[in-house]
């Protein structure tokens, strides 16, 4: 049964919107991890590698990509506000 594969995609999946609203809000890396991110990413391509391989396409795979997507959107923020960062503090070190 793929009932728990999906409960869990979606308990997992619900809290990126909200990882990626913080992002975006606080315009900081503070409380993210890079490693942890991609480490997340390579879980979810797993995840659909491990469907594709047993021949398991069902909508479940369509949770993953969702999930990867996001998770994908949160590690572009990650860069994005970490140059923001580096750039604040090359610009206070200038004064």
Excluded at 4 to 15: A, V, Y
Excluded at 16 to 45: C, D, H, L, N
Excluded at 54 to 80: E, M, R, S, W
Aim: net charge positive.
């Amino acid at each position: 049964m793929q009932i728990f594969e999906i409960i869990m995609l979606i308990c997992f999946g619900m809290s990126w919107p909200i990882s990626v609203y913080k992002s975006i809000r606080s315009k900081s890396t503070k409380g993210k991890s890079v490693v942890f991110i991609i480490a997340i990413i390579i879980g979810y391509i797993s995840g659909i590698i491990g469907k594709i391989v047993n021949h398991q396409l069902t909508y479940v795979v369509a949770l993953y990509l969702v999930n990867l997507i996001v998770v994908n959107i949160d590690l572009g923020l990650y860069f994005i506000n970490a140059k923001r960062e580096k750039d604040y503090k090359s610009a206070e070190v200038e004064k």
